[in-house]
């Protein structure tokens, strides 16, 4: 099939199938690169059968273990770490709709970038969990991820603490300072055994000028959609509220 549209010229479609040839080409390198993960050995097992907190069934805290996330049929566990408290460095403005949030130190509240990656993420989730299982596991307390979810509006998401285990810190979701960071964690259940099978430690590799680490990339609607435009990506960081601009 042929396609064209109204109006274009000659050099739109002869710029265009060339675009088309190496669009084709990324999806091939895409692919690849897909098969060479599942095709990883083993990794680690987990040192611990971490103890998040997470919300039971009745609405009170209970404590949850890494074990326990993984429900019959699924064998692959993503968590994705929720940077909450955010980095000390982000002075993004805090939250200002989610009213109990609001009252936090800036420092302490959540970054918007993962927010913004949650927010697309609730949506999507109730169709990944067909197959997989997934979780969000942030720092703060229960309490406080909990209430900020209410109050963002999410309703699929597993949310979890790991206040009380060093879950962030061993799985590089956390400096030796105790600053916070935004990986995604792959894990895989054969029997009892329970390993490591992929991390976003692209996010630690040197980008190129101009780029952001896009470690988790493919996930993120937002920035592929500017992708498709002719301004591109915009010189901009996302943020918890847009009404006041």
């Given at each position: 099939?042929?396609?064209t ?74 968590i994705y ?16 709709r ?10 302490e ?5 993962c ?22 596991a ?28 060093t ?25 009892e ?20 680490p ?32």
């Amino acid at each position: 099939m042929n396609v064209t549209y109204p109006g274009e010229s000659t050099q739109y479609r002869a710029a265009r199938d060339r675009l088309l040839a190496e669009e084709i080409e990324l999806r091939r390198r895409m692919e690849a690169v897909a098969a060479a993960r599942r095709e990883l050995p083993p990794g680690g097992a987990i040192p611990e059968d971490y103890v998040f907190q997470g919300e039971g069934a009745n609405g009170e805290p209970t404590e949850m273990k890494m074990s326990e996330l993984f429900e019959a049929g699924k064998n692959s566990l993503a968590i994705y770490s929720f940077m909450f408290p955010r980095d000390p460095a982000d002075d993004r403005p805090g939250p200002v709709r989610e009213k109990e949030t609001a009252r936090l130190p800036l420092v302490e509240g959540p970054c918007p970038s993962c927010v913004a990656l949650l927010d697309q993420l609730d949506g999507a989730v109730e169709h990944a969990i067909q197959h997989i299982n997934f979780a969000v596991a942030a720092k703060s307390s229960l309490p406080r991820i909990l209430t900020f979810a209410r109050e963002r509006g999410w309703r699929r998401l597993r949310l979890l603490s790991s206040a009380d285990n060093t879950y962030n810190a061993d799985y590089n979701a956390e400096t030796p300072e105790g600053a916070q960071r935004p990986m995604l964690n792959v894990f895989h259940r054969d029997g009892e055994s329970i390993r490591h099978f992929w991390g976003s430690e692209l996010f630690y590799a040197p980008f190129d000028r101009g780029q952001d680490p896009r470690h988790i990339g493919t996930l993120e609607p937002v920035w592929n959609l500017f992708d498709l435009t002719r301004d591109g990506r915009p010189d901009w960081d996302e943020q918890l509220s847009y009404a006041e601009e």
